[in-house]
């Protein structure tokens, strides 16, 4: 039988990766804490975590075991929170990246709060980061744009969103009706750095286009971007969700592929509760931007 205190050990260990500091924050003697970790593993029948150099890291079974027992502590604490007299629910946790929140979660995190159901807790990261937040169970709920959907997590699409160009207002372009990527020819552009996926996917339009460009500076998140631009330091390419300075202007680059944004949450996570109420919330919320 699968015990509350042994699943709450191992969140405790899973979140220090350490038997000393989960063992202090639960007030329990080490080998007290040893003893309900590997009950918790006999009972599954799975091994939890393995040495690795001189750190205990988690297997894949224990990723998944902690994530369970986030969501188990998470909900029984909600629960406690909305019986007791007074009592104050438990945070639900959203992980974002700076872009989603600037520019589309704004109207779904305003009707969330105004509902007056429990806080929230957020948790800026980039598209890998939210996925492993959602995975780990440190967040019930994520946003990201996805051209394909982990198996291990569910997702419902938020909102599409393409892409522009933006020009300062007295650039050539700014006066043309269409732009495509061969206009970008000879180009200097703001990009983010070598890795990131909007730069691989526009960097990869524009080569398989035939179209020569250059870097004029590397520069991750679109406010920064933006700025730049305003500097006269090149052009950028953005997602149309961004709210454009005054001195600049956005054309539509219809060749270039929309971004799909997904609410995500763990595959199996329960289907109520606050943090089912803020997916159902920003589903909602999800064109607000437009």
């Given at each position: 039988?699968?015990?509350?205190?042994?699943?709450?050990?191992?969140?405790?260990?899973?979140?220090?990766?350490?038997?000393?500091?989960?063992?202090?924050?639960?007030?329990?003697?080490?080998?007290?804490?040893?003893?309900?970790?590997k009950k918790l593993s006999?009972?599954?029948?799975?091994?939890?975590?393995?040495?690795?150099?001189?750190?205990?890291?988690?297997?894949?079974?224990?990723?998944?075991?902690?994530?369970?027992?986030?969501?188990?502590?998470?909900?029984?604490?909600?629960?406690?929170?909305?019986?007791?007299?007074?009592?104050?629910?438990e945070p639900v946790a959203l992980c974002a990246g700076e872009g989603a929140y600037l520019y589309l979660l704004g109207e779904g995190i305003r009707r969330f709060l105004a509902d007056g159901g429990a806080p929230l807790k957020l948790l800026t990261r980039d598209r890998e980061g939210t996925l492993e937040a959602v995975r780990g169970g440190e967040a019930q709920v994520g946003v990201a744009s996805l051209d394909a959907v982990p198996d291990d997590l569910e997702a419902r699409p938020l909102t599409d969103v393409g892409q522009v160009l933006v020009v300062p207002e007295g650039h050539p372009l700014a006066q043309a009706r269409r732009v495509r990527l061969a206009d970008l020819a000879g180009a200097r552009l703001v990009v983010p750095g070598a890795d990131r996926p909007h730069r691989v996917v526009l960097a990869r339009a524009l080569l398989e286009a035939g179209v020569p460009w250059e870097v004029a500076v590397e520069a991750n998140g679109w406010e920064l971007m933006l700025?730049?631009?305003?500097?006269?330091?090149?052009?950028?390419?953005?997602?149309?969700c961004c709210r454009i300075p005054r001195g600049l202007t956005a054309r539509p680059l219809a060749e270039l592929p929309r971004q799909r944004y997904h609410v995500l949450r763990r595959s199996g996570a329960q289907a109520e509760g606050a943090a089912a109420r803020l997916a159902s919330t920003l589903l909602a919320a999800g064109a607000a931007w437009e």
């Open positions: 039988m699968l015990k509350l205190e042994w699943l709450e050990a191992f969140v405790a260990f899973a979140e220090h990766e350490s038997f000393t500091a989960a063992a202090r924050v639960l007030h329990l003697s080490q080998p007290a804490l040893h003893v309900q970790v006999e009972a599954l029948g799975v091994t939890l975590y393995r040495r690795k150099g001189q750190r205990l890291v988690l297997t894949a079974d224990g990723k998944r075991v902690a994530a369970f027992g986030r969501e188990v502590r998470d909900r029984t604490r909600e629960l406690a929170g909305e019986l007791r007299a007074g009592g104050r629910a700025r730049f631009v305003e500097l006269g330091v090149g052009l950028a390419v953005v997602n149309a």
